[in-house]
């Protein structure tokens, strides 16, 4: 079981930005490299249902974005260091919610499956206000 441990969230303003970390422990990220396992960023707001916001797979690095995510948000991975980043810029009011990290292990669904992640990290929550 990996175990995911997420940091940097926090309060900002409307058009700031937060650098999101996870770090992966409990397995060699490297020996996971194939093209289908990745690292996903999802968010929850209260009373609404968990979504994907960006994810990489750790092989190839191949990025994928939320259309709310995409052109605002950046993630990228240290394989040394066991990391993956969501650099988050423009933030808005909508984009406050509690953000986790999750591993995924299978090729059979697409990043955005929540269920298709068997590791979850317990989440850093970012405020944005107006």
């Known amino acids: 079981q990996v175990q995911l441990v997420e940091s940097g969230g926090g309060s900002v303003q409307a058009g700031g930005s937060l650098r999101l970390s996870c770090v992966a422990s409990?397995?060699?990220?490297?020996?996971?490299?194939?093209?289908?396992?990745?690292l996903g960023w999802f968010r929850q707001a209260p009373g609404k249902e968990r979504e994907g916001v960006a994810a990489?797979?750790?092989?190839?690095?191949?990025?994928y974005f939320s259309d709310t995510a995409k052109g605002r948000f950046t993630i990228s991975q240290n394989n040394a260091k066991n990391t993956v980043f969501l650099q988050m810029d423009s933030l808005k009011p909508e984009d406050t919610a509690m953000y986790y990290c999750?591993?995924?292990?299978?090729?059979?669904?697409?990043?955005?499956?929540?269920?298709?992640?068997?590791?979850w990290g317990q989440g850093t929550q970012v405020t944005v206000s107006s």
């Open positions: 990489i797979t750790t092989g190839s690095s191949s990025t």
């Open positions: 409990g397995y060699t990220y490297s020996s996971y490299s194939r093209a289908c396992m990745a």
């Open positions: 999750a591993a995924k292990t299978t090729c059979a669904y697409s990043w955005r499956v929540t269920t298709a992640y068997n590791s």
